[in-house]
T-cell receptor, first 113, second 116 residues
Framework: EDQVTQSPEALRLQEGESSSLNCSYTVSGLRGLFWYRQDPGKGPEFLFTLYSAGEEKEKERLKATLTKKESFLHITAPKPEDSATYLCAVQGKGGSTLGRLYFGRGTQLTVWP | GAVVSQHPSWVICKSGTSVKIECRSLDFQATTMFWYRQFPKQSLMLMATSNEGSKATYEQGVEKDKFLINHASLTLSTLTVTSAHPEDSSFYIC????????????FGPGTRLLVL
């Protein structure tokens, strides 16, 4: 079965202190790796989709990268409003019906002023 | 673009009653919709997957007769929790996907269900 492991579980950063979140995965043929942001009491908000090793995508202070075994979400000069839980999910070519996503447990990011 | 809505955003009901939750894709046609359940401080647990006009595919351990899913159109799916009990209290989230494999799933804002 496809698996996703995210680390760290929780991360506290001071405003402006850059860091990276890790998503390690095992999948039977990657169709896509997805990053979402989830605020408390809300549904996940889509950030990025990555399809192949070497691919990178950026949005404001966030940059997602992908290798054959893991993905990183780099946060540059974070602000308190970046505080949220960041979820990583993969979709593989084999296995389950209709292309389900396998989610990691998430990294809870707190950015303090 | 790619907006998914859910209604209601929260609901309180008595044990034994049924509750219906709607999920709509507002600006795209969703060939596939998904229903998730999320417990506090845990990740999303997939309950079922449905294609428009087809029966839903339920994940192992999810009771089909308790969680009825209807995907009657390309923009609407409903989840009905039948004979709800306190243990069904949870955060239910739907997602919708426009295309096929590899396409992005967009999530709704979620519905908080509390069964008394």
């Amino acid at each position: 079965e496809d698996q996703v492991t995210q680390s760290p579980e929780a991360l506290r950063l001071q405003e402006g202190e850059s860091s990276s979140l890790n998503c390690s995965y095992t999948v039977s043929g990657l169709r896509g790796l997805f990053w979402y942001r989830q605020d408390p009491g809300k549904g996940p908000e889509f950030l990025f989709t990555l399809y192949s090793a070497g691919e990178e995508k950026e949005k404001e202070r966030l940059k997602a990268t992908l290798t054959k075994k893991e993905s990183f979400l780099h946060i540059t000069a974070p602000k308190p409003e970046d505080s949220a839980t960041y979820l990583c999910a993969v979709q593989g070519k084999g296995g389950s019906t209709l292309g389900r996503l396998y989610f990691g447990r998430g990294t809870q990011l707190t950015v303090w002023p | 673009g790619a907006v998914v809505s859910q209604h209601p955003s929260w609901v309180i009901c008595k044990s034994g009653t049924s509750v219906k939750i709607e999920c709509r894709s507002l600006d795209f046609q969703a060939t596939t919709m998904f229903w998730y359940r999320q417990f506090p401080k845990q990740s999303l647990m997939l309950m079922a997957t449905s294609n428009e006009g087809s029966k839903a595919t339920y994940e192992q351990g999810v009771e089909k007769d308790k969680f009825l899913i209807n995907h009657a159109s390309l923009t609407l799916s409903t989840l009905t929790v039948t004979s709800a009990h306190p243990e069904d209290s949870s955060f239910y989230i739907c997602s919708a996907r426009a295309g096929g494999w590899g396409e992005t799933q967009y999530f709704g804002p979620g519905t908080r269900l509390l069964v008394l």
